[in-house]
């Protein structure tokens, strides 16, 4: 499979924990986009990479999210001490960012759970 | 004001219907525009992109106003397997991060 996956598909926390996903872009993709999805609600920016640095931030985005890249391949998400409001899907998506209108590929997602 | 705004739906209509979806969006410097689509419990997956000369693809036909900022979506003859959430996405700044920003969703949902 070449699309973009994520690791795990679901988790359920215990409220304070904290969690990291994963997530593998298409191979040759330079720009990898981490975004947040609530039942009813469109996908929610959090954060940006081209190659392995990060480009943008959301300013919705607290401090307890920490976002990296470390060689411009896979990408980790994390959540420190995971609240309730943070349950939601977790999006991943990647594209080569070839012209203004390169299609944007999505992961399945994460569904995280805070209980 | 949400930076890209679409009709609230859900939008309920029988097979073979014709159906519009509109959405407007607040920077008046953005610079590529695009319709996904996203099945229920699935990811978004792109429709179309939408040029500011307007374009067709079968059934589908998109169209942008930049004096207005306002995007459309139009599904004609209309099938089951078109039921899906509509999300209206804006890139502003290419040059500068060519991030995506989604509009909240139409829900579709289309009936024999």
């Known amino acids: 499979d070449t699309g973009v996956s994520q690791d795990p598909r679901h988790k359920i926390t215990k409220r304070g924990q904290n969690v990291t996903f994963r997530c593998d872009p298409i191979s040759e993709h330079n720009r990898l986009y981490w975004y947040r999805q609530t039942l009813g609600q469109g996908p929610e920016f959090l954060t940006y990479f081209q190659n392995e640095a990060q480009l943008e931030k959301s300013r919705l985005l607290s401090d307890r999210f920490s976002a990296e890249r470390p060689k411009g391949s896979f990408s980790t998400l994390e959540i420190q001490r995971t609240e309730q409001g943070d349950s939601a899907m977790y999006l991943c998506a990647s594209s080569s960012g070839a012209s203004p209108y390169t299609e944007a590929f999505f992961g399945q997602g994460t569904r995280l759970t805070v209980v | 004001r949400k930076e890209v705004e679409q009709d609230p739906g859900p939008f309920n209509v029988p097979e073979g219907a014709t159906v519009a979806f509109n959405c407007t969006y607040s920077?008046?410097?953005?610079?590529?525009f695009f319709w996904y689509r996203q099945d229920c419990r699935k990811e978004p997956k792109l429709l179309m992109s939408?040029?500011?000369s307007g374009n067709e693809d079968g059934r589908f036909t998109a169209q942008l106003n930049r004096a207005s900022q306002y995007i459309s979506l139009l599904i004609r003859d209309s099938k089951l397997s078109d039921s899906a959430t509509y999300l209206c996405?804006?890139?502003?700044?290419?040059?500068?991060?060519?991030?995506?920003?989604f509009g909240q969703g139409t829900e579709l949902s289309v009936k024999p």
């Open positions: 920077n008046s410097a953005s610079q590529s």
């Open positions: 996405v804006v890139s502003p700044f290419y040059n500068q991060g060519g991030k995506l920003i």
């Open positions: 939408v040029y500011s």
